[in-house]
């Protein structure tokens, strides 16, 4: 089972840049914003070089005009960035290349594909393909689509000129996800929010087209189960503001990570001093991998036990039982030939140092009270009555910061379904929310959840699965409502009523069928081997972002399930809480 990261980086090389290779000829790659982060994501500099790029440049950047190379482009076909091709080729003596290739990460509208045959460019242009990848794969089985504004057009409530457009790209970047993948899923959306049938109908058709083009994609028995699952941020609008426990979630919440690099202090100038260090956190660190999902109590001593197992094995002198960041250095000086691994070491135990400082100032104060309120019941199992007595202490306390207090009152009011205006007023008082926050929880209301009592509809509350055991931390009781969802799809148990199928196209159906499918279309490669285990897919899509705490399920209900199905979710774009705030903020329809 290929990861998603191997998936799009072979199909970077194989589609885009190896069958461009001339021996002896050297050629420039240039890339825009989303296929910049594409490319940095899932394919090496070394592996690029070696097939005869000699640099990497930025399409929105002014650059050194290279005019006896030719030049890749790998662009979104968006009056953008086709505008800056064009610009590239103004005249027919004065160009930045010899010659462009071009290839678009998705389907190009016909306007600009009109626009580019009139222009000058075109007489420079030999090649022009679409390679159908506008997706930027995150993690193994995590993507976005890395546009927050495709999530702002769709809850905003002002009429906006772009919202059409805006959606059109989602549903065509979701539809490259599903061909990349070569699935052909059946679709499903959530029925409670009514803009969702637009978009499932747009992805619908968009898949149509791709399978047209590529009548094997979802053949198999095992892909004609698979499904997409569309769903709203308002089907669980409490994830997003509790602070979670587990390593990944908790550092991307709390410390200032930027493009998954963290900044930290560490022993190793020349005289032991501190120097300020940068780590990227990602898949070829291993120690991230094991340690992202598990909560953050159990990685605090793990990195510490490991790092001692580590020195013993090594037989490091002098270490015997000690781990702080001061023996580290020691040891770094002791043994050069074990610099990475102490290194990720030492960056694991400021992470997760980090993380306890935040932990043991407000954090767990707030945890206690946040779980209790996404609940409704304490840590004993027993219903709370008056919800009011716990969260006062907090909105009172001028040591919490106003966005801090806002995730309070907002897992309050949905807790509650909506409070009066009085009540309301009374809460942002207590909690002296500053006169420009108090939008921030009003517009929640957009997300189609009721805040104040007579907006919104009434939801019915979703039953949950009962999950808590002797091994549940009592400040991790909460489990994401998408873990209840994944579970029930993959078993037939997904209720059709509130989660309809697009067109009729039922999984059942597929269950049954699949036989007849697979005659009507050949037999199943038999040339794949083990490594393409064919395993049925389910691809989850949130609209308005997919939190840290929503990717660790995906990989909980895979691994539940013995790897029978592969388990992707991804969204607009990735969520932390404060970015979740802003994101509310913006909504607002007077600013």
């Given at each position: 089972?290929?990861?998603?990261?191997a998936?799009?980086?072979?199909?970077?090389m194989?589609?885009?840049?190896?069958?461009?290779?001339?021996k002896?000829e050297?050629?420039?790659l240039?890339?825009d914003q989303?296929s910049m982060?594409?490319?940095?994501a899932?394919?090496?500099?070394?592996?690029?070089?070696s097939?005869?790029?000699?640099m990497?440049?930025?399409?929105?950047k002014?650059?050194?005009?290279?005019?006896n190379m030719?030049?890749?482009?790998?662009?979104?076909?968006?009056?953008?960035?086709?505008?800056?091709l064009?610009?590239?080729f103004g005249t027919a003596?004065n160009t930045m290349?010899?010659?462009?290739?071009?290839?678009?990460?998705e389907?190009?509208p016909?306007k600009?594909?009109?626009?580019?045959?009139k222009h000058p460019?075109?007489?420079?242009?030999?090649s022009?393909k679409?390679?159908?990848?506008?997706f930027l794969?995150?993690?193994?089985?995590?993507y976005?689509?890395?546009t927050?504004?495709g999530?702002f057009?769709f809850y905003?409530p002002?009429?906006?000129?772009?919202r059409t457009?805006?959606l059109?790209?989602?549903?065509?970047?979701?539809?490259?996800?599903?061909?990349?993948?070569?699935?052909?899923p059946?679709v499903?959306y959530?029925?409670?929010?009514d803009?969702?049938?637009?978009?499932s109908?747009?992805?619908q058709q968009?898949?149509?087209?791709?399978?047209?083009?590529d009548?094997?994609?979802?053949?198999g028995?095992?892909k004609?189960?698979?499904q997409?699952?569309i769903?709203?941020?308002?089907f669980?609008?409490?994830?997003?503001?509790?602070?979670e426990?587990?390593y990944?979630a908790?550092?991307?919440?709390?410390?200032s990570?930027e493009?998954?690099?963290?900044?930290?202090?560490a022993?190793g100038?020349?005289?032991g001093?501190?120097?300020?260090?940068?780590a990227?956190?990602?898949?070829n660190d291993e120690?991230?991998?094991?340690f992202?999902?598990q909560?953050?109590?159990v990685v605090?001593?793990?990195?510490?036990?490991?790092?001692?197992?580590f020195a013993t094995e090594?037989?490091?002198?002098g270490?015997?039982?000690k781990?702080t960041?001061?023996?580290l250095?020691q040891?770094?000086?002791?043994?050069p030939?074990y610099q990475k691994?102490l290194r990720?070491y030492?960056l694991?135990?400021?992470?997760a140092?980090?993380?306890?400082?935040?932990y043991?100032?407000n954090?767990e104060?707030?945890?206690r009270?946040e779980?209790?309120?996404?609940?409704g019941t304490?840590?004993?199992?027993e219903?709370?009555?008056d919800?009011m007595?716990?969260?006062v202490?907090?909105?009172?306390?001028?040591?919490i910061?106003?966005?801090?207090k806002?995730r309070?009152?907002l897992?309050?009011?949905i807790?509650?379904n909506?409070?009066?205006?009085e009540?309301f007023?009374?809460l942002i008082?207590h909690a002296q929310i500053?006169?420009?926050?108090k939008?921030i929880?009003?517009?929640m209301q957009?997300?189609?959840l009721?805040i104040?009592?007579?907006t919104g509809?009434r939801?019915?509350?979703?039953?949950?699965?009962?999950?808590?055991?002797q091994q549940t931390?009592?400040?991790?009781?909460w489990t994401?409502?998408?873990k209840?969802?994944?579970?029930?799809?993959?078993?037939d148990?997904?209720d059709?009523?509130?989660?309809?199928?697009?067109?009729g196209?039922?999984?059942t159906?597929?269950?049954?069928s699949?036989?007849a499918?697979?005659?009507?279309y050949?037999?199943w490669h038999?040339d794949?081997g083990p490594?393409?285990?064919?395993?049925?897919?389910?691809?989850i899509?949130?609209m308005g972002g997919?939190?840290y705490s929503?990717?660790r399920c995906?990989?909980e209900?895979?691994?539940?399930t013995?790897?029978?199905w592969?388990?992707i979710?991804?969204?607009?774009?990735l969520l932390t809480?404060?970015c979740?705030?802003k994101?509310?903020?913006a909504l607002?329809?007077?600013?």
């Amino acid at each position: 089972k290929m990861a998603l990261k191997a998936v799009v980086g072979d199909r970077i090389m194989n589609d885009v840049i190896k069958p461009l290779r001339k021996k002896g000829e050297w050629k420039v790659l240039v890339v825009d914003q989303l296929s910049m982060r594409m490319v940095s994501a899932c394919c090496s500099m070394t592996d690029i070089t070696s097939e005869g790029i000699t640099m990497v440049e930025d399409l929105g950047k002014r650059r050194q005009p290279i005019p006896n190379m030719e030049a890749i482009y790998l662009i979104s076909p968006t009056e953008e960035s086709t505008n800056l091709l064009m610009r590239d080729f103004g005249t027919a003596h004065n160009t930045m290349y010899r010659a462009a290739h071009v290839f678009f990460s998705e389907a190009c509208p016909e306007k600009l594909f009109e626009q580019i045959a009139k222009h000058p460019v075109s007489k420079f242009v030999k090649s022009l393909k679409e390679v159908n990848l506008a997706f930027l794969p995150y993690e193994q089985q995590v993507y976005s689509l890395d546009t927050r504004d495709g999530a702002f057009e769709f809850y905003t409530p002002r009429p906006s000129p772009n919202r059409t457009a805006r959606l059109e790209r989602v549903a065509e970047q979701i539809a490259t996800l599903c061909a990349t993948l070569g699935e052909y899923p059946a679709v499903r959306y959530r029925i409670d929010y009514d803009k969702l049938p637009e978009l499932s109908q747009l992805i619908q058709q968009k898949l149509n087209a791709y399978k047209a083009d590529d009548p094997t994609m979802g053949d198999g028995p095992e892909k004609a189960r698979s499904q997409l699952l569309i769903l709203d941020r308002g089907f669980d609008p409490v994830s997003p503001l509790i602070h979670e426990l587990t390593y990944q979630a908790m550092c991307y919440d709390l410390l200032s990570i930027e493009n998954d690099v963290y900044r930290f202090e560490a022993k190793g100038g020349p005289a032991g001093e501190m120097v300020e260090k940068d780590a990227l956190l990602d898949e070829n660190d291993e120690l991230w991998v094991e340690f992202r999902h598990q909560h953050i109590a159990v990685v605090s001593s793990q990195v510490t036990k490991k790092l001692k197992d580590f020195a013993t094995e090594k037989r490091v002198k002098g270490s015997e039982g000690k781990t702080t960041m001061k023996d580290l250095s020691q040891m770094l000086k002791r043994m050069p030939q074990y610099q990475k691994e102490l290194r990720n070491y030492s960056l694991h135990l400021a992470l997760a140092e980090d993380c306890m400082k935040n932990y043991s100032g407000n954090v767990e104060k707030l945890c206690r009270v946040e779980q209790d309120l996404a609940m409704g019941t304490d840590a004993e199992g027993e219903k709370i009555r008056d919800h009011m007595r716990n969260i006062v202490p907090i909105l009172l306390d001028q040591n919490i910061s106003p966005y801090d207090k806002i995730r309070v009152i907002l897992l309050y009011i949905i807790g509650k379904n909506g409070i009066s205006e009085e009540n309301f007023n009374k809460l942002i008082q207590h909690a002296q929310i500053p006169d420009e926050d108090k939008h921030i929880i009003i517009n929640m209301q957009y997300l189609g959840l009721s805040i104040l009592q007579d907006t919104g509809r009434r939801k019915g509350k979703v039953e949950r699965k009962d999950r808590i055991t002797q091994q549940t931390y009592q400040l991790s009781r909460w489990t994401p409502v998408i873990k209840d969802i994944m579970e029930d799809a993959i078993d037939d148990k997904l209720d059709q009523k509130y989660f309809p199928f697009l067109t009729g196209r039922s999984t059942t159906a597929g269950f049954a069928s699949s036989g007849a499918r697979s005659a009507r279309y050949g037999h199943w490669h038999k040339d794949k081997g083990p490594a393409d285990r064919s395993v049925p897919r389910l691809i989850i899509f949130i609209m308005g972002g997919v939190t840290y705490s929503e990717m660790r399920c995906a990989y909980e209900v895979t691994k539940e399930t013995g790897q029978k199905w592969d388990v992707i979710i991804g969204g607009t774009h990735l969520l932390t809480p404060p970015c979740f705030l802003k994101d509310l903020a913006a909504l607002d329809p007077s600013s």
